[in-house]
Structures are given as C-alpha cells and as structure tokens.
C-alpha cells in the first residue's frame, strides 16, 4: 500500500500550493455525510487528502462535526495517516499564542458524540494507552519547526464538549489540578476513531490563547482566535508541505497503530451482527474480512 497523508483542519490549511492534480471528491460514508468533500491530490509525489473539519465555512459546531463519517471516509479513499490540525488554548505561560504543540495525550470529556464504530453486535476495545503515532507526529513537529514556528514536543489536550468556553473555575482546575497543558473541543473522538480505523494519527495544535485561567490576558476573544489563526495559516501550510519528505515511503508503522484492531475484537465470528459487518467494511475489513 502506498501512503496517503490526510490533514484534518479548517479553510487555509487546506490550500496548498504546489498540490497536483487537486479535485473535491464527495464520498459516501454508512456513518452519514462526512463534513463537506474532500480535497485529494499529489504532493511532491505523495497522495493527500484535505477534509474541512467544520465545513466549509464553518458549518458544523464541534458536536455537531460527523467524526465517524469523516475518519471512515478518509480510510476509504486510503489514507494511512492523519494530521490533525486544530486550535487550542493554553494552560502554561510558556506555551504562548502562535506557538504549535505536537499533543501526544488527551483527556477526554466530551460527552455527547459517537465515540466508537462498534457497539452492540460487535464488540472491539482499542489501546488509546499511546493515542497519537509518535513517528507522525515527530514528522510534524520538525516539518512546523522547519516554518520557523515555536514547537513544543509533547502535550497533553484536554477534549470538552463545548460550543462555550471554559470558565474560570474549570480553566484553573483543568490547569492545576489535572495538569493538562492545552485545550480544544475537536479531536476526541477523532483520534479514538482514527485507531479504531488503524490510521496513524497526530494532533499539531495552534495556541490561539491562554483561556481563562490567566490573571494578565482576560477571557477567550473569539476575533482575538482568528487573528492568531490567520497569522499562523502560512505555517500551518509550510507543515503539510514539509510532511510528505520527512515521512518518507510508505512502512508499517513501527508503533503498531496499522493493526490496533489485531486481538480488539471480542465478538464470537458467529454472534457478528450482519449489518455491522457491512458498515465496517473499510474500517475493519483486514480483519472480520
């Protein structure tokens, strides 16, 4: 299998110069419409895939973001790999607006979305103990340092559900008591679905603002968000462009993320639900065949 780089993020990361033969794909998901089409072409010799995480112009809320649907559609098109690119607010002074942050951690506490392709009638538990590829995302970060961007290796991204912003009170406890180091409302259960999948996945995530933990810089301004995030679209786009050299040709990942699914299925072969089966034809047919 040749590699397929998918890049997961909003307008601007997904403009790319020099992408060959560039086209909008509609692909069509048993887990419903995927956010909007999907952008496909060759990168320096490397297949891409671009998907607009909200839509374009930002049509989906981070609930309302049909995560099933996007990660099965991008495995169907071939994709071996998915950045994530997303904007998040701070915990730590030195992790600074315009800064990228290569997470390699979550907690999540999202509560209001399909976490999983499994269920009832087929029953599959993943290892989310690693829940980013390390190889990935150590790709990225020298890919984004290489743009001349801050890049702190390793984080941990605490997941809320949203739309609204942290309070005071969570924002500190988030901060002192869990210790996590950023925050965004995006990439759970992205990156449980993406090992479901067996996709390695990374988040590169884009300090925008410190949220409301901090004494000396207010509470979150969402003009303040994408003033940051139009200053750091360029980098964002010198990433992706970086990526393809630095990962090189297609491998198997030496952290095991293209079989997670290899002993995750508890489900007796003649107990599978039929329709399940069909549903997961793309996500995991290398093994229920």
Known sequence: M???????????????????????LEIDSPFGKP??????????GTRMAFLPRHGRGHVHSPTSIPYRANIDALKRL??????SVS??????DHMAPGDFVRVDQFIDRTF????????????????MAEPTCARLGAAAAEAARATGVTVHDGGTYLAMEGPQFSSIAESVMYREAWGADVIGMTNMPE????????ICYATLAMVTDYDS??????????SAIIAVLGANAEAARGTVRGLPARLGA???CPHGCDRALDHAILTAPDRRDKAMLEKLDAVAGRVLG
Not at 112 to 127: D, I, M, P, T, Y
């Open 2 to 24: 040749d590699r397929m780089i998918g890049v997961i993020g909003g307008s601007g990361v997904y403009e790319i110069d020099g992408l060959d033969d560039a086209r909008w």
């Open 35 to 44: 956010s909007d089409a999907i952008l496909t072409g060759t990168l320096q």
């Open 78 to 83: 071939g994709v071996t790999d998915i950045l």
């Open 87 to 92: 904007a998040c607010g701070s915990f730590r």
């Open 112 to 127: 209001a979305r399909e976490k999983s392709f499994f269920g009832q009638g087929l029953v599959a538990h993943v290892s």
């Open 191 to 198: 990156a449980k679905l993406a090992r479901e999948a067996e």
């Open 213 to 222: 933990w901090h004494e000396g810089h207010g509470t979150v301004d969402i």
């Open 250 to 252: 297609h491998a198997p």
